[in-house]
């Protein structure tokens, strides 16, 4: 009897001594919880950020992860793994932590105090596209025919009798592509990617003065359009809410329309191919990447324009470009970009009167 009752206090005392221990070491608590409005004070690379949001999850110190939310174009849900976690008094905590690829890094730092998420982000673009880059000079042949320029068009229609505005396609599209690359330079200047990931262009302020040589050229906000490159894509993020103040009013009742999809689309980034050489860059969409907008220009650009009495004349132009991506085998269109050289006005501001008045006269002989 003896025996057992000091074996029971000696086993009593290691199991007194084991709780002390654990409680001495104290665990790591589980902080996950999302934050978001005004739980999250959201900065990316110095400049606030609203309408994202932040997920914390921990297990451990040694397996902490935090989610970035409608933050990163292209990104939707980027989530930084590893954090280095400290500490702080009661349930407040601050980590560091980075995530990083070939393209773009971004590092977080942050702590939460009192249960509000201080968060600076910060995002470093590394692709190639960075840099200055401007529209690519219209090339021609020897007969001095266009061969290629800075609109990128390639479009294989779905029979060889398709036409738009009563012209082949096989006529309408090089037309549009020779007018269009000599146009675009005299409106567009230049093309700004910048390594924190933001887009600036500078751009004719008039639209008046084209050709004159006597334009202003103004720069867009840094804050309208962010950029991120991702799997040979480069996805653009526009601030709607800056470029169209009201943009608002104009979704209410038409998620039918899949407009709602689109503007979400726009403001989380919308993906262009992106092919990259060394004599420049090329970021174009593909018919997938078009098809969704095309209910919501038929839905809701063709009646505004209807409305216009300056613009209803385009409705059928616009009817048959729908019709042309809808059904092409094959469409692709954007900007074929070279880098950036300061010079005087484009030459083809010279070119533009001939071309323009060339292509007048083929549309009366339609």
Known sequence: MKNRFLWLLILGMALFASCSDDDDKDPFKNYSADYSADKLDLK???MDITGASVAFNSINKENASVTLKGLIPGESALEIKNLVVTELSGDDYSFIGENKNDDRTVSVEGAVKSGVLSLKTGFKVTSKVVGEWQLAPVETDDSGAPLSSGLYMNVIPEADTSTIMGLPVSMFIPMVSNIGGQILPMLLKKVEFKDNGTLIATYLENMDEMGSGEGNFVQSSEELVRYNVKDGQIYLSINIAL??????????????????????????????????????????????????????????????????????????????????????KTIELGLDLVPYVEAEQPQASMALPRTIKETVHVLQLK
């Open 243 to 328: 470029l169209i103040p009201d943009m608002a009013s104009l979704l209410i009742g038409r998620s039918e329309m899949g407009l709602e999809e689109m503007m979400n689309m726009v403001v989380n980034g919308i993906p262009l191919k992106l092919d990259i050489n060394e004599g420049g860059i090329r970021a174009y969409v593909d018919q997938q990447m078009m098809l969704p907008f095309m209910n919501p220009i038929r839905e809701l650009l063709i009646p505004m324009m209807q409305g216009n009495e300056d613009m209803k004349e385009l409705v059928p132009l616009v009817y048959d470009v729908i019709r042309l991506v809808e059904k092409s």
């Open 44 to 46: 990316l690379n110095g």
